[in-house]
C-alpha cells in the first residue's frame, strides 16, 4: 500500500511537471520531479520491510512437541513457520539445537512435498514466501551442518519474510 501511495505521488507531481510553461522552468521541475521518482522507487523496497525487528540471538526456547503436519494448510503453515522463528532465533551453543534443526528440516521437506501438489495451495503468496524461506534455513542447515547459528543478515530476511508469512496467513492468502 506505502508503495502504491509513493507511486501515485511520483506520477502526480511528474504531471505537474509538463504543466509549466516556461521552458527552463519546465526542465528544472522535471528533473527535480525525475529524481524523486528514482529515489521512492529505490527507498519503496525498504520500507515496506521497514518495521521488522530482528532479536538477539539466545540459547532459551522450549523444545517443540508437535512436530509433523495436520494436512491443514493454515495450521501446519502456522507450524513450520513458529518452529523456523525459534530456530532462526537460536545462538551457538544452544541446548538439543541439532535434534531441533533436524527435526525442522524434516518438517519442511514434508511440507514443501505435500502443498506444492496443490495449485490452490501453491498459488497462496503466503505458500511462496515460507517455500523461499524454507530454502534459505535448508540451506543454511546443508551448507554449515545444524550446530551452527545464522549470520546476521541472513536472520534480518528471515525475520523480514516471516512477518510477510505472517500477515497473508491473516489475510487467508
Not at 501515485?8 to 509538463?18: D, E, N, Y
Not at 519546465?26 to 524523486?36: D, P, V
Not at 522507487?41 to 525498504?46: D, F, I, N, R, S
Not at 514434508?110 to 524461506?133: C, I
Request: a positive charge; zero cysteines; glycine letters at 4%.
Amino acid at each position: 500500500m506505502k508503495t502504491y501511495l509513493l507511486v501515485v505521488a511520483a506520477m502526480a507531481t511528474t504531471a505537474k511537471a509538463f504543466s509549466v510553461s516556461n521552458e527552463q522552468s519546465a526542465r528544472r521541475q522535471f528533473l527535480q520531479t525525475a529524481s524523486a521518482a528514482v529515489a521512492t522507487t529505490a527507498l519503496a523496497p525498504t520500507l515496506a520491510f521497514a518495521e521488522v525487528e530482528v532479536p538477539a540471538q539466545s540459547t532459551d526456547y522450549t523444545f517443540p512437541s508437535d512436530w509433523g503436519l495436520t494436512y491443514n494448510y493454515e495450521a501446519d503453515a502456522s507450524k513450520v513457520r513458529a518452529h523456523m522463528v525459534i530456530a532462526t532465533g537460536l545462538a551457538k551453543g544452544s541446548d538439543r539445537m541439532e535434534d531441533f534443526g533436524k527435526n525442522l528440516k524434516k518438517e519442511m521437506i514434508d511440507f514443501v512435498s505435500y502443498y506444492r501438489r496443490f495449485p490452490q495451495v501453491a498459488g497462496k503468496p503466503s505458500f511462496s514466501t515460507l517455500y523461499t524461506s524454507i530454502n534459505v534455513l535448508a540451506g543454511h542447515y546443508t551448507s554449515y551442518g545444524y550446530k551452527y547459528p545464522l549470520p546476521e543478515k541472513r536472520r534480518k530476511r528471515l525475520y523480514q519474510e516471516y512477518a510477510e508469512i505472517d500477515k497473508s496467513l491473516k489475510r487467508n492468502r
